[in-house]
């Protein structure tokens, strides 16, 4: 691997939050920030190895991304699958920039540390026969995604999940809790953390939790964008907080945009409703506005190809057809093989049977909208859906802060290269958390001091711009990306940077961190002049592994954050 320096603008973003000073004090061996499926199977899984473990979490506990997570969980658990065949279609997704090793963790400790989710109580739905029911996803050539309730399989786990935090008492939860800012020693290994809490007793406002171990584990940046499937508190906190600690991120530019969120109208902002890819796994497809299948002779796998192939495609027929969205034809599913297809009057009835037992969520949800998939087409659009970058990790998710570990969605692993496979999330923040838990309690540093925080470099944004940041990024930084949009935008986003705030509040350290995390994520997808996985340049249309198989990584010292490239062997079997 080499790395070489890349010419990019330092960032103007600051290198601490403004907040006052600690109100109240706390200890804790470890604490883990997030409270989905990555943050609480490390908390569960580090009980008894380790004194006390503190989890904060944003919000309450389920309000984070599990919760909404409709697909299921990718593992090779069905007859004839094998790891291998998993490995191959994570590493096909990837587009030549997985980490190969991470990959090979993620296929074969799946299945297992899915067996254990079982164990713990999680009720995945199971075929007549009394076998785990799998779905097929985009990219999977096999039937591999569990999932549970239909479509509310990220419901189900985090209800588990919970349920077991909640039978253990020496897991302390503080929930509302926004983290500001770590404190590391002079060793720069972590102190500590900086945490603003909202309305929890003694414990009000800004205080200071003094650790020997933090896991982020704190989600997405999906609040970045006007639209998301992300629900409001992805607004990519714990990244920020990482770079400001010194952690390298990675692979920012490799933003997934899911292709089929409902559209709502062109006013329509913050989290959208998905529609799981298992709906065209179930037998959906897509339509264009003259009822025309255009995902045929797109891909070998029509419209369950990758999740960018489709989301190119749709956004492709949007913009030669001047469309605000394409359309999801559902109105068949689950009929008898003996009913003919044109025959909707005697079909309606078993096709909304199906609805209701495979997909009731999704259901509920496009009929308030006003629209019914037994009969009607769904408008879809593809809308930001998963940062496949973030904190970069090792195999057994340490970043580069001694005493600061990452893991699910925040991390970059190096399982989902530049676009995660279908399905592989969940999996990747259950895999990963457990093998913190296995080496974390015997790296425990002793309890060390943290040093004065150096307030120089402090500043806050003004969460006035935070809408205007999100159409920047949509318009310039969004699913089609070219130089002159992204010129655009880092100008942009460097004036919004410079409008300070008028108030020390969450709103503005959240548009802070949304401000950090935009711009970088800007500069890296100027930078990467190809076009390689959910990274789609219009400019430069085909991928280019002379130049761009590797990563940008992008660290921050003294509070100027820079940028490297990074090059590696493209591992996805196709360079
Ligand atoms: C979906 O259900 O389509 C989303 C699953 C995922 O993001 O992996």
């Not at 920020?240 to 490799?254: P, Q, Y």
């Not at 279908?422 to 913190?436: C, H, K, Q, T």
Request: negative net charge.
């Amino acid at each position: 691997m080499t790395n070489r320096a890349v010419d990019a603008p330092a960032l103007r973003v600051p290198g601490r939050l403004t907040a006052p000073g600690p109100g109240w004090t706390t200890r804790s061996d470890v604490v883990v920030i997030g409270s989905g499926i990555a943050g609480l199977t490390a908390a569960l899984r580090l009980r008894g190895q380790v004194d006390k473990i503190l989890v904060v979490t944003k919000d309450v506990l389920a309000a984070g991304s599990t919760q909404w997570a409709q697909g299921g969980i990718a593992a090779a658990l069905g007859p004839g699958d094998t790891p291998d065949e998993h490995e191959i279609d994570t590493l096909v997704a990837g587009a030549g920039a997985c980490d190969l090793e991470a990959v090979r963790v993620l296929v074969n400790e799946g299945p297992e540390a899915v067996r254990e989710l079982i164990a713990l109580g999680t009720k995945f739905d199971h075929s007549s026969d009394g076998e785990l029911s799998l779905t097929r996803e985009g990219g999977h050539h096999r039937d591999r995604i569990a999932h549970a309730g239909g479509d509310a399989t990220g419901a189900e786990i985090q209800r588990a999940l919970i349920a077991a935090i909640e039978q253990a008492p020496e897991i302390e939860v503080i929930q509302h809790a926004l983290a500001v800012d770590l404190l590391l020693d002079e060793a720069g290994a972590v102190a500590g953390l900086t945490l603003h809490v909202m309305g929890e007793g003694q414990r009000d406002g800004v205080g200071a939790v003094h650790c020997r171990a933090v896991v982020l584990a704190s989600g997405g940046l999906g609040q970045v964008f006007s639209q998301t499937t992300n629900p409001a508190v992805s607004t990519g906190d714990g990244m920020a907080v990482a770079l400001r600690a010194g952690a390298t991120l990675r692979d920012l530019e490799f933003v997934q945009f899911h292709p089929t969120v409902m559209y709502l109208g062109p006013d329509s902002r913050g989290q959208q409703p998905l529609i799981s890819e298992a709906v065209r796994g179930e037998g959906a497809f897509l339509v264009d506005f003259e009822g025309n299948r255009f995902m045929r002779g797109v891909h070998e796998l029509a419209d369950l190809a990758p999740r960018d192939v489709v989301a190119k495609a749709i956004t492709r027929r949007m913009n030669e057809t001047g469309h605000p969205h394409m359309w999801l034809d559902a109105r068949h599913l689950g009929l008898p093989a003996s009913v003919p297809y044109g025959d909707r009057a005697a079909s309606e009835a078993s096709v909304s049977r199906f609805w209701e037992r495979r997909f009731p969520t999704i259901l509920a949800t496009t009929r308030s909208h006003g629209v019914d998939p037994v009969t009607d087409l769904i408008p879809v659009a593809p809308a930001c859906h998963y940062a496949s970058g973030g904190v970069r990790t090792d195999l057994w998710g340490r970043s580069d802060v001694p005493g600061l570990y990452a893991t699910g969605e925040v991390a970059c692993s190096g399982v989902h290269g530049a676009n995660r496979l279908a399905s592989n999330s969940l999996l990747e923040g259950l895999v990963f958390s457990r093998r913190i838990a296995s080496v974390l309690p015997g790296e425990l540093r002793p309890w060390s001091e943290p040093v004065a925080v150096d307030r120089r470099t402090a500043g806050l944004v003004s969460g006035s711009v935070r809408r205007e940041l999100q159409e920047v990024m949509t318009s310039r930084a969004g699913v089609l990306r070219s130089a002159v949009g992204l010129s655009d935008a880092g100008l942009l986003l460097d004036k919004l940077a410079g409008v300070p705030a008028a108030l020390v509040d969450q709103e503005s350290w959240e548009t802070t961190n949304l401000v950090t995390i935009s711009a970088a994520l800007a500069d890296a997808a100027a930078l990467r002049e190809e076009t390689r996985g959910s990274h789609w340049r219009e400019d430069f249309p085909e991928r280019d592994d002379a130049h761009w198989a590797g990563h940008f990584d992008v660290v921050m010292t003294d509070g100027v954050a820079t940028m490297a490239f990074v090059s590696s062997q493209a591992s996805d079997g196709m360079a």
